[in-house]
């Protein structure tokens, strides 16, 4: 699976949690067996539920006039994604996360997503 595909399946599974708060291993088993075989998917989807207090406390940080409760729960699991790329994933260049969010925002947000995505993880890189 490309890294583009196992953003998506990350997301959609990270949402998942969210909006269920379902237990890890429920949201892992709904993923078929090759998806919880690779390795860059799995590390996101485990990476951002252990490192959820400092991402979100990351993104509040950046937030004018939002609180991150009032974030829709798609850009809210998106800017959860990226900014665990961007703090614990040193290998991959911080414009390839910014616009990978990007992209899941125009797939799965409405029109305005691109631009709150693009805007809160800007500040969160400077």
């Given at each position: 699976m490309n890294r583009h595909k196992a953003r998506e399946k990350a997301f959609?599974?990270?949402f998942q949690l969210d909006m269920n708060q379902d237990e890890i291993s429920l949201a892992m088993e709904a993923l078929k067996e090759e998806e919880r075989k690779d390795v860059f998917l799995t590390m996101l989807i485990e990476g951002v539920i252990t490192y959820k207090e400092t991402i979100d406390s990351k993104?509040?940080?950046n937030l004018e006039n939002w609180s991150l409760e009032r974030i829709?729960?798609?850009e809210r699991t998106i800017l959860r994604l990226a900014v665990?790329?961007?703090l614990y994933m040193e290998d991959i260049p911080p414009n390839v996360s910014i616009n990978e969010a990007i992209e899941l925002?125009?797939?799965f947000g409405d029109e305005q997503s691109g631009k709150?995505?693009?805007g809160v993880l800007s500040?969160?890189?400077s």
């Open positions: 959609q599974t990270l993104i509040a940080g829709a729960a798609v665990y790329e961007l925002a125009h797939t709150f995505i693009n500040k969160v890189i």
